[in-house]
């Protein structure tokens, strides 16, 4: 067992799941026996700016940050906690990538709209107000990513290099069984009016799948249920734009008409329904897209 | 404060105030979150919606998800198949005991003694038992609903697939042995917490509203709902949509209680024999039904998790796997209400969908909104009690009454809260904390 870190975990806001998904982790008691907790806050409210500043700076091994950020006091605590914590863990897709909370960035919505600026801003991935060291995706992250990443930060000797995704490099594609068809997209089909079919790969039943360009490591749960990978741990490495990515998958299934018109590629891709919600619905924060600069409503 | 990630809804309670030294004015409230939810979720697609609302409260995902479900199928005017309505009731029993699990023994910080705070535990039950328990609550939550803490299986009409053979096998053996786990943990509280809740007075009168079966015992899903008032004469008995009017305009003299203490007063009795045997435990110590003392609650929920493991093994002895008729045909899309039973009280979704099957309005009545005037009024009671001074007794009671109801916006434990005391301008006059 190599020295006992000193460990902190901070949702500054969220559903909870991220901070349930390590209480469930199996090696939890292995990790806190060999652990110091130098706050184990699920919810801002937990710890103040006061209490945080008493601690001393780089006091912190290793700081798992859950939750999206987004006006001057979120981002305020996170450069705070930055300073105190030696590696930064951007824990699930709302510190990742800011998650479904992102989505309020770039729908239209006066109600949002206001609230974001009583706020003091939109949503943000942590990354884009600190510097983070490590990401675990996931929306919440699945359990064998949680278990990757306790074993390598926690529980190994050697830390893991700046920078790792404690997910695979490979698409969500990698790890699902469904029979691939190579079927041109002929159409854009919901799974609302009837179920697909559990064995063929969805995209080629024309169902938008987001496996292809999301990275894995979760087992393709999603896919195993008969729902489509929404994207939730993130773009495959090297993929700037997740939503960019998919649009562009898809367009690259639809057959070419055969003029120059392009006709029944845009009647595939004009069809998509709901097409932010469906390509950015985790990544919106941190997407090319950044927000929506006027209503619409 | 409320952060702008209005999916996440949980309020994040971090004051209560008190005004002319007693008078209580107001613990949570988030209107402008609630407008904006349905401005968030108007433009999704009708299929989406359960795997955006499960992200609401990861505590209790698989209500919101089976909520969300319901009101799709009012939306679409669909029946599922019996096979589906099944798998969905399992799912809704694994989530009822993964929630009272956490709770208990994770997120409560009433009492003393043990992990719970109100469970005793010994080598018996071990904190290493109860993590366990819950991890294997988790993995019949993943078997059921596609995914452990957020179910991917529920869809408008049914479910998307059915469950595996051998999956099935593993969640029976699992069942079984959550039940033991939830009869320790009944034992051990009935050791430890139960003289706890004995001492705690605090009683509010109030009207019940809860989810019964055919036969009117309380349903930890689907059902009738039901509303007693406080000396439990009932006032009515419907469907989510008949039943939502009224709540909606609450214009009676006592506040409208959820959760596990207004299932156990607003239904004949539980559902399950061994739950029903040891109901009888607590109306021995503290009367017959209805019972009003807040801390009662907490007892109400140690039997609802053995009621929620008898429930989760018999639905899953009546599962058929490879059962292939799991979704029935949609109707037009149209506006739908649909509740379920949810862990912490009665959950109600309302969507209204354009032709395409696209969001257009949202609406969530959740237990934490209906539960406000009775924690307020609960709060209020206990700040005329204590008198002027503000004490570390009375900030621990405050804690307590409010961990009582099982709050969404309180998920951890102990939670911090400020108590500010304001004059008659409203300028802060006394603050206290507690950490």
Redesign the interface.
Known sequence: MPNKKRLAFYA??????C???L??S?S??TMLDGADIAFW???????TED?ISQLDDKGIDVLMFA??V??E??IATAKLLRRKAKRVVAYGA?AHLG???G??NV??????R???E??G???KPLSAVIEVDYVLPG??P??GMVERMVKELFLADDVPDVGTVFASSKGVCAQCDRKHLNNPLEEIR??????PD?DICLLDQGYICLGPVTRGGCGA??L????PC?GCAGPTAGVLDQGGAILQSLASLVPLSGDISGEKEHRVLDSI??IV??AY?YSAAASLLKRRVNDGE | MMASNVICLLPHLDRVELVNGGELVASVSVPQAREAFSSYMRGRLAEDVPLYVQRIDAHCAVSQHLAAVRALDACYNASPPKGAIAIRRALAYAGVYYHHLEQLFFSRSSGDGGIAGLVRTDDELAAHDVLQALRRARDVVEILGGRGLTPERGIPGGVTVGIADEQLSRARDIASDLLGVALRSEEGFRAGGARWVEEQELSVPAYSLATVNDDGEASLCDGMLRIVDPKGSEVITGDASQVLPMMMEWKEDAPLRVGPLARLNAASGASTEQARELQKHLFDALGTSPIHRVAAGNWAMVIELVEAAELLSSALAGLAAGDSELHASLDEPGEGVGAIEGARGTLIHRYLLDAEGIVQEAQIVSPDSLMEADVNAALSSLIAESGPEVTDDTIERIVNTIGSYQPAYVPSAPFSLRIVRRDADGRVSQEWRRT
């Not at chain 1, 806050?41 to 710890?47: E, H, N, P, V, W």
């Not at chain 1, 919901?190 to 179920?195: E, G, I, K, S």
């Open positions: 500054g806001s969220g559903c909870g799941g901070s349930q998904s209480m469930l199996p939890l008691a806050a699920t919810r801002s409210g937990d710890l209490e939750g999206p987004d006006g006091a979120s709302c998650g479904l909370c989505l309020t729908i239209p919505g006066a109600k949002l206001e609230l974001a009583r706020n801003g939109f949503i929306c919440p699945p359990q919901r799974f609302h009016a009837a179920p559990p749960v999603c195993e249920a008969n729902r929404t329904q709901d919600g469906t619905k």
